[in-house]
């Protein structure tokens, strides 16, 4: 609680002229996608209005009117949800800017209008308010605003900004939710990469195209970030297609997301025994699960497969980085720095300039610590890489 009231207390700084002109801009490519959603008409529909070229223009924000423009635009289509639009993007441009328009109208609506309205009139900084167990997984949440959510592109992260003479320090762990999978499912192909210290997202590329691991491009080690994130929760075909091309620009087929999740398991074979033992334990009506830290998450009625499959990782991740809080609150009473942000497994702090290496030497510590007793480490030290389990940390102005 210390922490989290330390977060509360010192908030973030907008740098709100940078923020407007982001704003403008994202309002600026919703226009354009909202333009190319022109050609989308109502067919049939029969003049009812005094403007006639209104009368068949359609509402993008009403899912009935969108599918029946798509239909009649000849596009084999049965809903407007983006699981089924998403593999349809790359053939049909104008579900592209549909997709496009959404997510902006989204943006624009939910932070470059609202954002600044947060900005406290004495502190002139943003304060959240943030809730320990505010996901289910145990994960906070954030809320007025929900800072968590904002895009993690720089574009709208250089909007946040430290004070004169200060410098924000930030620290995320790296693979932090497969190294905990390497750790549960004890899956010697996973513990020997991180063990030697390889690149995770590159092996899978390589074990599942069946390419030498040097010829791995980067698209196909986008591939791989996609499958590795998305199977070890046990996606099906159908949402690893949907989840690559959402999350990652990359696009599959339904027959190739098949071959690379069969792939998958066949390589990671000690993942495929622990989705087995938790598949097992589901059908027997367990109604809980624990982190390795042991809290425990309890429901009242039968859980999806999926929230056992994610609770033991998703909430060892929360426990891990809310461990690293308590370690740093301690750690920064003797020290100017303060405690920021936190975003699911990252952590941010504000220092002055002068401090900035020393406080980045305490945060990498603290985060090793919190996590040192559950994950598996790399061979690198301190001093020789800044990852010793994955801990990468950052500094901005």
């Not at 100017?336 to 401090?355: N, Q, R, Y």
Request: one cysteine or more; aromatic letters at 6%; a positive charge.
């Amino acid at each position: 609680m210390p922490a989290v009231a330390q977060i509360e207390l010192n908030g973030m700084l907008l740098d709100l002229s940078r923020w407007k002109r982001l704003g403008a801009k994202l309002e600026s490519d919703r226009d354009v996608a909202l333009h190319q959603l022109s050609q989308l008409r109502i067919a049939g529909n029969a003049q009812m209005s005094l403007l006639p070229e209104m009368t068949d223009t359609i509402n993008p924000n009403s899912p009935q009117q969108v599918l029946a423009a798509l239909q009649a635009f000849g596009i084999p289509v049965n809903s407007t949800n983006q699981k089924e639009l998403v593999p349809l993007a790359k053939q049909h441009p104008v579900i592209r800017a549909l997709l496009d328009y959404r997510h902006l109208s989204k943006i624009t609506a939910t932070f470059a209008d609202s954002l600044p309205k947060h900005i406290h009139p004495v502190t002139a900084r943003i304060h959240p308010t943030y809730y320990q167990l505010g996901a289910r997984s145990g994960r906070f949440s954030c809320r007025n605003p929900p800072l968590q959510t904002i895009p993690r592109d720089a574009a709208a992260r250089t909007c946040f900004v430290a004070a004169p003479g200060y410098r924000i320090v930030r620290a995320d762990y790296s693979q932090i939710e497969l190294r905990i999978v390497a750790r549960l499912s004890g899956d010697a192909q996973m513990q020997r990469a991180y063990r030697r210290g390889e690149d995770l997202h590159r092996l899978t590329a390589a074990l599942v195209t069946g390419k030498a691991i040097d010829a791995v491009s980067e698209e196909d080690r986008r591939l791989a970030k996609a499958i590795n994130f998305g199977l070890i929760y046990g996606m099906g075909a159908a949402k690893l297609q949907s989840y690559a091309e959402m999350k990652y620009g990359v696009t599959l087929s339904l027959e190739e997301a098949k071959a690379f999740r069969k792939r998958f398991f066949e390589v990671y074979t000690g993942v495929a025994e622990w989705h087995e033992t938790i598949k097992r334990s589901y059908i027997r009506g367990t109604k809980q699960s624990r982190t390795l830290a042991g809290r425990r998450r309890r429901w009242a009625g039968k859980p999806r497969l999926a929230e056992l499959l994610n609770h033991p990782v998703q909430g060892l991740n929360a426990d891990i980085t809310k461990l690293a809080l308590v370690k740093l609150n301690k750690v920064l009473a003797e020290t100017g720095a303060k405690l920021i942000c936190t975003v699911h497994d990252e952590i941010l702090l504000e220092c002055l300039v002068a401090e900035a290496k020393h406080i980045s030497y305490l945060l990498h510590c603290c985060m090793v610590a919190a996590a040192r007793k559950f994950c598996i480490r790399s061979q690198w030290s301190w001093t020789s890489k800044f990852q010793l389990v994955g801990v990468a940390t950052r500094l901005r102005e």
